[in-house]
C-alpha cells in the first residue's frame, strides 16, 4: 500500500508542467549558510510634464431637459474653447454626466420639487503645464463653472523608475556587505529580490478656483515643481 502512493505521488509530479515545477524548485531551495534580509529604496525627482484638471459645467433650471440643454450648451463652448487652444481630442474625456432634482425641505410638509440640476464635467491632460492656467480662465470664460485639481504627473516614468532601480539595487547591496564585514562574514549569493514602487508626489498648489478670485487680470498659476519616484526593493542574501 505504502509503495502504491509513493507511486502515485510521483506519477503527480511527473504531469506537472516544467514551469510549475521550476517554481516548486525555487520556493523550496535552501540556504547552507547565514540568511540575510534587508530592504533598500531608490530615488529619483523628475518635473511633471503633464497635469490633470477636471472642469465641468453644472445648470440649474424649473425643468429636466432645460437645465440639459443649458449643460449641453456651455460644455459644447468649453469643448470649443479646448481645441482652440490646441488640446488633442484625446487628452478629454467625460468623466460625468448627471441629473438630479431638488427639492425643497419645510417642517410637516412633503418636499416640494422645486427644479432640476444637470451636471456635465471632462477630466483634461494639459501637457504644457506652464501654459495651462490660461487655457483654464479660458474655459471658466466660456461657462465652465466647476474646476478641480490639478493632478501632477510624469507621463512616460519607465526611464526614471529604471534609475531608481539601479540606485535600490546598489544600496541594496553595499547595505548587504556592511553586514558582512560586521559579522565577519561575505556574501555568497543573491537568493531572492521582491520590488515594489509609488510616486511621491509634493502637495499640490491651491485649486485654480481658488486663484482666480484674486484678480481677473492674473491668469491662474500653475506651478509643476518636483516629483519623486521611488522604488522599494526586499532582498535577500546568503551569507557564509
Known amino acids: 500500500m505504502r509503495k502504491t502512493i509513493i507511486t502515485a505521488l510521483l506519477l503527480g509530479a511527473a504531469v506537472l508542467p516544467a514551469e510549475a515545477q521550476a517554481q516548486q524548485a525555487t520556493i523550496n531551495q535552501t540556504i547552507a549558510g547565514t540568511r540575510l534580509d534587508v530592504t533598500a529604496?531608490?530615488?529619483?525627482?523628475?518635473?511633471?510634464?503633464?497635469?490633470?484638471?477636471?472642469?465641468?459645467?453644472?445648470?440649474?433650471?424649473?425643468?429636466?431637459?432645460?437645465?440639459?440643454q443649458d449643460s449641453a450648451e456651455r460644455m459644447q463652448r468649453v469643448l470649443s474653447a479646448l481645441k482652440r487652444a490646441g488640446v488633442a481630442d484625446r487628452d478629454v474625456q467625460t468623466s460625468n454626466v448627471s441629473l438630479n432634482?431638488?427639492?425643497?425641505?419645510?417642517?410637516?410638509?412633503?418636499?416640494?420639487?422645486?427644479?432640476?440640476?444637470?451636471?456635465?464635467?471632462?477630466?483634461?491632460?494639459?501637457?504644457?503645464?506652464?501654459?495651462?492656467?490660461?487655457?483654464?480662465?479660458?474655459?471658466?470664460?466660456?461657462?465652465?463653472?466647476?474646476?478641480?485639481?490639478?493632478?501632477?504627473?510624469?507621463?512616460?516614468?519607465?526611464?526614471?523608475l529604471d534609475e531608481a532601480r539601479t540606485k535600490a539595487v546598489a544600496i541594496g547591496r553595499a547595505r548587504a556587505d556592511l553586514y558582512a564585514r560586521s559579522l565577519g562574514m561575505r556574501i555568497v549569493r543573491v537568493v531572492a529580490v521582491n520590488e515594489s514602487s509609488g510616486y511621491y508626489a509634493p502637495p499640490p498648489?491651491?485649486?485654480?478656483?481658488?486663484?482666480?478670485?484674486?484678480?481677473?487680470?492674473?491668469?491662474?498659476?500653475?506651478?509643476?515643481?518636483?516629483?519623486?519616484?521611488?522604488?522599494?526593493?526586499?532582498?535577500?542574501?546568503?551569507l557564509q
Request: aromatic share 4%.
Open 101 to 160: 432634482p431638488e427639492y425643497r425641505y419645510q417642517d410637516n410638509q412633503s418636499p416640494q420639487l422645486v427644479g432640476y440640476t444637470a451636471s456635465n464635467s471632462v477630466s483634461i491632460r494639459f501637457r504644457d503645464i506652464r501654459n495651462s492656467g490660461k487655457i483654464l480662465d479660458a474655459l471658466v470664460a466660456q461657462g465652465a463653472n466647476q474646476i478641480n485639481g490639478p493632478s501632477l504627473i510624469v507621463d512616460k516614468p519607465e526611464a526614471a
Open 205 to 238: 498648489p491651491a485649486p485654480p478656483v481658488a486663484m482666480m478670485a484674486r484678480g481677473e487680470r492674473d491668469s491662474s498659476p500653475v506651478q509643476p515643481g518636483e516629483q519623486k519616484i521611488q522604488v522599494n526593493l526586499a532582498m535577500t542574501f546568503e
Open 41 to 68: 529604496t531608490g530615488e529619483v525627482s523628475r518635473v511633471p510634464d503633464v497635469a490633470i484638471i477636471s472642469a465641468g459645467v453644472v445648470s440649474r433650471s424649473a425643468t429636466a431637459s432645460a437645465a440639459l
